[in-house]
């Protein structure tokens, strides 16, 4: 018999003697057997969170990669769109690149380090698991004295899983912003495009006016929707499907809530941001000199996005969607 308080072998004498009469204590080849049981399934908790733990390295160093190319990119964009406003000096426009380099930068740290965690805990699972294994194996008895051990190791072991997280950049706001896009200020009306609520529940309106030249610039609220796109079209992209399709007559900001690894998108193409989510007003720059829109973050006073140059050369229409 096994004294499970004591850990060790008693004759049929001593288990009923009064040191050990309070104690559970059970045939060694039984109670072996049950805790081969508990190995096993540890053992397959173990092995999930490895792989889980896998694939999210992968991802992680899949995120690290794009996270250095969106930066590079929104810089450019950034710079393009600050010489496209002459917004100030060129010391003013090089302070801003700087900034946006330091955030990158510290973000780029902040993902290595969850990276090097990542695979701090994929060889400590690995251990683990090895350990359980080789109890598993061990005699009857030497199992029953050291399981208690292994199973606190590999309990400590599943207390913290490092989890993705996507990195997000903040921009910071640029210095007389508003004050130059509202020379191109301009009020639009909107009407009803697609109403769908039975189907897709969201609405769709476009606005009224239709801009083949010059410089126009426009603000949404979003504040209170939890998903909404915003942006400009061409009047012949209309269809049933206008958001979900390939079109590359409609550039949109697109936010969607719950989404893990993106809450914002642009269109033409589907393109994911690491950008905060916006949560007041939208503003649209619409640039038909240059063939190219943007979106700035109206309430912080900073760039959100930029279309290249040239994105579109024809006539479009403002529109809003909110789900």
Known sequence: MFCEVDKSLLCPHCSPSREHEAHRHHPVDCIAADKRKIILKEMDTIWEKIQENQSNIYEKRNIINQWVWYMNLHREMTKDFYSALHLGLREEEIRLSEILKEKGRVIFLQLRTMETQMLQKSSNLRNIYQELMKTYQKLDLELLRHLEDTL???ESA????PQLKKPELSPPSI?????????YRVEITYCHLIQNHEESNYVALSGIQEFSS???YWELSVQGFSTWAVGVFRNSAIGSNLILNESEDIFLLFSGKGNIHYSIFTTAPLLPHFIERPVGRIGVFLDLENGNVSFVNATKNSFIWRYPTNSFQYPVKPCFFSW
């Open 214 to 216: 010059g410089k126009h």
């Open 158 to 161: 599943l207390v913290f899983m």
């Open 175 to 183: 210095p007389r912003l508003m004050d130059n896009l509202n020379h």
């Open 152 to 154: 606190e190791r590999c």
